[in-house]
């Protein structure tokens, strides 16, 4: 977790508006021993995951972070059996998936 952390910090300092993780962890605790929703919970700035792993079908989910500030979680499944789409704004609510 110290590293994202870390690589979040570097991005936002570079003057990153947004963080996106692309993550592979899933909800179910791999054996890298952290699930996606407990690193967010555990981090801040990261404002939108979209996950893997778990091949869940996940519209929607939200995971509050260190800030208090619900973070949206999404998968598509597998076998592309779905496509999934993030759409930014600069307003708040952000993001919209």
């Known amino acids: 977790m110290q590293l994202v952390q ?3 910090d570097e991005a936002r ?3 990153a508006d947004y963080v996106v993780l692309l993550s ?3 909800e179910a ?3 890298i ?3 996606s929703h407990e690193l967010i919970a555990a981090t801040r700035g990261i404002d939108v995951v979209l996950d893997g792993h778990t091949h869940s079908i996940i519209e929607r ?3 509050t972070n260190l800030d208090g500030k619900k973070i949206p979680v999404t998968q ?3 076998q ?3 496509v999934g789409k993030l759409v930014t704004q600069t307003q708040t609510p952000w993001p919209t998936i």
């Open 33 to 35: 021993g952290v699930s």
């Open 6 to 8: 870390a690589a979040v």
């Open 13 to 15: 300092g570079k003057g």
């Open 76 to 78: 598509t499944g597998t």
């Open 24 to 26: 592979h962890m899933g």
């Open 80 to 82: 592309f059996a779905y």
């Open 29 to 31: 605790k791999p054996s």
């Open 61 to 63: 989910d939200e995971v």
